[in-house]
């Protein structure tokens, strides 16, 4: 089957060179809820602009099932957010499930297919947790962009990274580059580290934005916690703190993606700068700009 059979899309023979983007939110139309702010539009502008350029890129996300939230008014008139399910006739189920592991467990995973010609943009799969044959935490991984649970959280990105790694392969693509937008989507570079064995074959491939410069916006949690989660995929912790440089017990999601990134980038100079100084041990405060 052809890419454009499979997709309904194909690229401009000018770009040879193939993309898969990893981001946790994505925000291409206001119809589809799967996105809170700023790092969503920067990510669903990047599919449409590379649809209008015929670029050969494709997009990696999640499915969320009441989106981040919706706003409606108490009866004092006060704003509050509610949760509302969303349904979308415009989504294509592919039929795709995986099994991923999560917490020494099996989640299964199905993938549906946002086409191009729906809003003018390259091909999305959208990852979804939500399915009859998993219990009802399982289910609830896709249910609320960012939740707040400190294990569901750990769970989304493990979905987005090794579940969105597992799915090219089902699909038999294997891009040039993987890009992560932010760092939710960590996880996969431990899934290629199974296939390469070999973090310059990962840093070959791995191109990392990074967005937020204050400490809040780059999410870390403890070692232990996230092997019991299974977060490193098939790796041990030892070996992790081993392949990346790495010590203390809290792992830090945007510090490893840029250890294992060949290419890495931000919306300024000040979060890169202040990366190099974590990653050198010295956390400190910055002076303001």
Do not use: C
């Not at 209008?52 to 706003?71: A, S, T």
């Not at 399910?85 to 039929?95: A, M, N, R, V």
């Not at 912790?237 to 081993?242: A, D, L, S, T, Y």
């Amino acid at each position: 089957m052809t890419r454009t059979e499979l997709f309904g899309y194909s690229p401009d023979a000018e770009y040879q060179t193939s993309v898969a983007y990893f981001s946790m939110e994505f925000a291409i139309d206001q119809s589809l809820k799967i996105y809170s702010g700023g790092l969503g539009f920067l990510s669903g502008s990047h599919l449409r602009s590379a649809f209008e350029k015929e670029q050969n890129l494709l997009g990696i996300g999640m499915l969320w099932k009441y989106g981040y939230y919706d706003q409606v008014r108490d009866k004092d008139n006060n704003m509050v957010p509610t949760f509302v399910q969303k349904d979308y006739s415009f989504l294509e189920d592919t039929g795709i499930v995986i099994s991923v592991p999560v917490h020494s467990a099996t989640v299964k995973v199905k993938a549906f297919l946002l086409r191009p010609a729906t809003f003018g943009t390259v091909p999305l799969f959208l990852l979804s947790t939500d399915l009859a044959e998993n219990d009802e935490v399982s289910r609830s991984i896709t249910h609320r962009l960012y939740d707040p649970n400190e294990s569901t959280r750990i769970a989304q990105s493990i979905i987005l990274g090794i579940g969105g790694g597992m799915l090219l392969d089902q699909l038999n693509l294997q891009p040039d580059y993987y890009h992560m937008n932010e760092g939710h989507a960590v996880p996969l570079n431990f899934y290629l580290y199974s296939k390469y064995q070999n973090l310059g074959e990962i840093k070959k491939r791995m191109v990392f934005t990074t967005h937020t410069p204050e400490l809040a916006g780059n999410e870390e949690h403890d070692f232990s916690l996230l092997r019991e989660m299974s977060f490193f995929y098939h790796m041990q912790e030892h070996e992790v703190k081993f392949v990346l440089g790495l010590e203390g017990e809290k792992f830090n999601y945007t510090l490893a993606a840029l250890k294992f990134s060949g290419k890495a980038n931000a919306v300024s100079k000040l979060p890169l700068r202040m990366h190099r100084i974590r990653s050198i041990g010295r956390i400190r405060e910055l002076p303001k700009a």
